[in-house]
């Protein structure tokens, strides 16, 4: 059975922080296929200076095609907000045999329960997730017992975590400051050359 970890985001940009993650989870679970899913539109958090679709999976792409990982524009193409539920039934009829893994970043895995059909999620992957903060162990272990309860199934890993955030990327930008440690070299190179997050755009998308 083949093992496919599925990892989403607004990846706004996309860091050295998810590529980290992303790697720790493939090596830790044996991943066949790592797909990298950008989001067209994030329906659970607010997205303040959200890049245009079209740059943010080019990032995508920049950055993860020397890890060997897999970039879909599936939930670009679609449109809309993006749902990890309707993500995760379009990847199972694409591969029904396979064996899905949610990697999740630590915010995200806490509000699992709230997102739209947690009970499809549940049923078609396991959600995994890694701190990113001191006390995020144990938040995410409160968390997923939680969840085993409403029929999840979990992984929770102790990776050590970068700490670096796209909001620091962004931030780094807009004050002419350097990235180069924040983000993948074709990354920064993106950026400069389109321009990306030198004015603020406020919150919302």
Not at 80 to 86: H, I
Not at 137 to 164: E, I, S, W
Request: glycine share 6%; net charge positive; aromatic share 6%.
């Amino acid at each position: 059975m083949e093992r496919i970890a599925v990892f989403g985001g607004t990846f706004n940009p996309i860091h050295n922080g998810h590529i980290h993650l992303a790697k720790s989870f493939a090596k830790a679970l044996h991943i066949d296929r790592l797909l990298v899913i950008p989001t067209n539109s994030p329906p659970h958090k607010a997205a303040p200076d959200l890049a245009p679709a079209a740059d943010r999976l080019a990032m995508c792409r920049a950055a993860c095609g020397r890890e060997g990982f897999e970039v879909s524009d599936m939930e670009i193409r679609r449109g809309g907000p993006s749902y990890t539920a309707v993500t995760l039934r379009e990847l199972k009829k694409l591969c029904p045999d396979s064996e899905l893994f949610l990697i999740t970043g630590e915010d995200m895995f806490v509000t699992l329960a709230d997102w739209k059909e947690p009970q499809t999620i549940f049923s078609l992957a396991t959600v995994c997730a890694s701190p990113r903060s001191r006390g995020g162990r144990d938040a995410l272990r409160r968390c997923a017992a939680k969840l085993q309860k409403l029929g999840a199934k979990t992984y929770l890993a102790d990776f050590h975590y970068l700490p670096v955030s796209s909001t620091m990327v962004r931030e780094a930008v807009r004050k002419g400051k350097s990235i180069s440690d924040l983000v993948p070299a074709p990354v920064e190179r993106y950026i400069r050359e389109k321009k990306l997050y030198l004015e603020e755009m406020g919150n919302g998308i």
